[in-house]
C-alpha cells in the first residue's frame, strides 16, 4: 500500500452555483496480479471489498482492515468477468461477459459453479443484481436480454429487449422489487416484470440521450449518467417520466459513468472524459 499526498477534489453542486473543496488522502493498494484490470468492486455482509480481475481471469479479494488480497482463478478461459454482487450468505456471484455464463464462487472452498441458459442461447452477461427475495438478476450487453436465474434451482430465464441493439446496461431494483434498467444503445429506460418477463421502455425526451448507469435514490426514484450528452438525469419509475436532468460542470464532453447515492440522497458521480477521472457530487 502507497498513502498518496493530500490533494482536493471539487465536488460540485449540481443545481447549485457554489463549488465545495475537499481535501483528502488516497491510498493506493497494489493488486497481486499486474494489469488485472480491477473492476465493479463490491462489498460483501463480511466487510470484505471483492473485485473482478478482468485482465486477469480472476476474482479478487480485499481486506480493508490489514490490506490484504487473495485472488480466485476461474476455472474457463477468458471468461471475462465483469460484474459481481454477493448473496447474503457471502457467495460471490458474478457475470462472464466473454465465457457467457453466470458464476457463483464459495469463497469458504473456492468452489465456482457455473450457470447457462439451459437451451443453448448465447449470452453475454453484463451487470448483476439481487431482487428481495433473493433472485439474481442480469443485463446482457450485446445479445439484448434482461435474465434472470433463481440460485435455488439454478433456472436461467431470458427476455429480449423490444428494441434492437438496445444495449442492456445497469440494472437496479427498485422498491417494489420490479428491476429497472439503462438501455445504453438508445435513449431508453426499462423495467421487467418479474412475474411475467415483459419489458416496458420510457423514452427520454432527448433522442440523443444514452443513460448507462443506473443509481437508486432513497426516496425510491431513479438517477442515471448520460454518457453520450454529459448529462445527469432524475427518473420517476412510478410516474414513468424524467423530473430534471443537468449538465455536467465537465461539459458535453465529460461522459458521466459510474453513480451511487448517499442515505441522504445526494448522487456521487464519477465522469471520465476530457482525459479525467474524478466524482462530482449533485444535490437534488
Not at 20 to 26: A, R
Not at 130 to 139: I, R, Y
Not at 140 to 169: C, F, W
Request: hydrophobic residues 30%; contains cysteine.
Amino acid at each position: 500500500m502507497r498513502a498518496l499526498p493530500f490533494f482536493t477534489l471539487a465536488a460540485t453542486l449540481v443545481g447549485f452555483v457554489t463549488v465545495g473543496v475537499l481535501n483528502v488522502e488516497i491510498h493506493e493498494y497494489e493488486v497481486p496480479t499486474p494489469k488485472s484490470r480491477p473492476h465493479d468492486p463490491a462489498v460483501a455482509p463480511d466487510g470484505m471489498l471483492w473485485y473482478t480481475g478482468q485482465g486477469a481471469n480472476k476474482l479478487g479479494r480485499f481486506d480493508p482492515k490489514n490490506g490484504e488480497f487473495k485472488e480466485y482463478p476461474l476455472k474457463i478461459p477468458n471468461s471475462g468477468p465483469h460484474g459481481l454482487v454477493a448473496d447474503k450468505d457471502g457467495n460471490i456471484w458474478f457475470t462472464a461477459i466473454s465465457g457467457g455464463y453466470v458464476g457463483k464462487l464459495n469463497p469458504k472452498n473456492g468452489e465456482i459453479a457455473e450457470y447457462r441458459p439451459a437451451d443453448g442461447t448465447e449470452i453475454d452477461p453484463h451487470t448483476p443484481v439481487f431482487d428481495q427475495n433473493g433472485v439474481l438478476w442480469f443485463t446482457n450487453q450485446e445479445t439484448n436480454y434482461i435474465g434472470r436465474l433463481d440460485p435455488k434451482t439454478g433456472k436461467m430465464t431470458l427476455s429480449k429487449s423490444p428494441t434492437p441493439h438496445a444495449v442492456p446496461y445497469g440494472i437496479v431494483i427498485l422498491q417494489n422489487n420490479t428491476p429497472f434498467f439503462c438501455e445504453f444503445g438508445t435513449n431508453k429506460l426499462a423495467s421487467i416484470d418479474p412475474s411475467t418477463m415483459k419489458i416496458r421502455e420510457y423514452s427520454l425526451p432527448e433522442a440523443g440521450a444514452r443513460p448507462r448507469r443506473i443509481a437508486l435514490a432513497p426516496d425510491g426514484t431513479i438517477y442515471s449518467t448520460d454518457f453520450a450528452r454529459g448529462y445527469l438525469g432524475h427518473f420517476d419509475p412510478s410516474g414513468g417520466k424524467l423530473l430534471k436532468e443537468w449538465l455536467s460542470p465537465g461539459g458535453s464532453e465529460s461522459e458521466p459513468y459510474g453513480i451511487a447515492i448517499t442515505n441522504d440522497g445526494q448522487g456521487l458521480v464519477q465522469r471520465i472524459g476530457r482525459d479525467t477521472q474524478y466524482p462530482g457530487q449533485v444535490r437534488s
